[in-house]
């Protein structure tokens, strides 16, 4: 790559970080490798595995667009006790004789899906005062977050996998714990868990069939060759302005006028220039990415 191409690059790459890596980690391999800045949609937590959509270079700007869509996981609950961190990785807080059956667990579980409200896990990057969630708990600093709604769109019991283990496969909206939702269903029957694994399969458009991974992107000589174009992963539809329309748009002139309001993608010159907003019929770039 030269310099040139290293400056103007932007887009996508659909990794798939492994368990045990922290996502500030994954990211860090892939901004090393190219030499520009890069950002990643949906924190996975270390044990967490799975797609982990990270943008490069401009194509960041587009993340507000992206992370509300549909998230699918494969999860494993483990019940009888509940942990700090709502995971297998945290301290024991409680325990609890009840083991739930597959009758108990399909009988909760459509109190689980709709639109729902849970509280976010303590050990998370929800914000309390300008303070992660995690930094406070790690310090023993006594708060609460807030209740919020999310959307769990299906929730699916897999199997038993294990005497006091079940697999689950979810897909939700952005912003849905999985380890909160572990807890919420364990005490729903009558019991208490923690999440035990998690995969993230899909995030929007991306996908764990046809992403790489961290060490294969790292080792690749030609790693460009993983850049999803920005412009894919919007599902807007497109406008094509000529030279002289966007130029006036530049200029702040807005006078290109549109049947429908809503967001576009926005060409000029077969180059995509970023999203656009029509309000009341007249088109204003939103946000820019060229």
């Given at each position: ?52 959509p ?111 283990e ?42 764990d ?13 030609a ?29 702040g002139?807005f ?17 995509f ?18």
């Amino acid at each position: 790559m030269t310099a040139g191409q290293l400056f103007t690059m932007k887009g996508f790459i659909n990794l798939i970080k492994p368990e045990g890596m922290s996502s500030a980690y994954a990211v860090g391999a892939v901004k090393k490798k190219l030499r520009v800045s890069c950002g990643h949609m949906g924190t996975l937590d270390p044990m967490a595995s799975g797609v982990l959509p990270v943008g490069v270079g401009r194509a960041t700007r587009l993340f507000p667009y992206l992370s509300d869509k549909r998230k699918v996981y494969r999860a494993k609950f483990r019940f009888g006790f509940s942990t700090d961190t709502l995971d297998v990785t945290g301290s024991t807080e409680k325990t609890a004789a009840h083991i739930p059956d597959e009758k108990e667990i399909l009988a909760a579980i459509p109190e689980f899906t709709g639109v729902i409200k849970q509280v976010p896990p303590r050990y998370s990057a929800k914000c309390v005062n300008g303070k992660r969630g995690y930094q406070l708990a790690r310090r023993g600093v006594d708060f609460t977050l807030a209740e919020k709604e999310v959307s769990v769109y299906g929730f699916e019991l897999v199997g038993r996998t294990g005497e006091d283990e079940y697999e689950f496969l979810i897909e939700c909206g952005g912003g849905t714990y999985i380890r909160s939702l572990a807890r919420d269903l364990g005490v729903r029957c009558s019991s208490l868990a923690v999440m035990s694994a998690l995969r993230r399969t899909r995030s929007g458009i991306f996908s764990d069939n046809d992403g790489v991974g961290v060490e294969e992107f790292v080792n690749s000589d030609a790693p460009e060759k993983y850049l999803i174009a920005p412009e894919l992963t919007l599902d807007f539809p497109e406008i094509a302005l000529t030279e002289s329309k966007a130029k006036r748009i530049l200029d702040g002139i807005f006078d290109y006028k549109v049947d429908k309001d809503g967001y576009y993608k926005v060409f000029c010159c077969r180059e995509f220039w970023g999203v656009g907003e029509a309000t009341d019929g007249i088109l204003r770039i939103k946000t820019y990415v060229r």
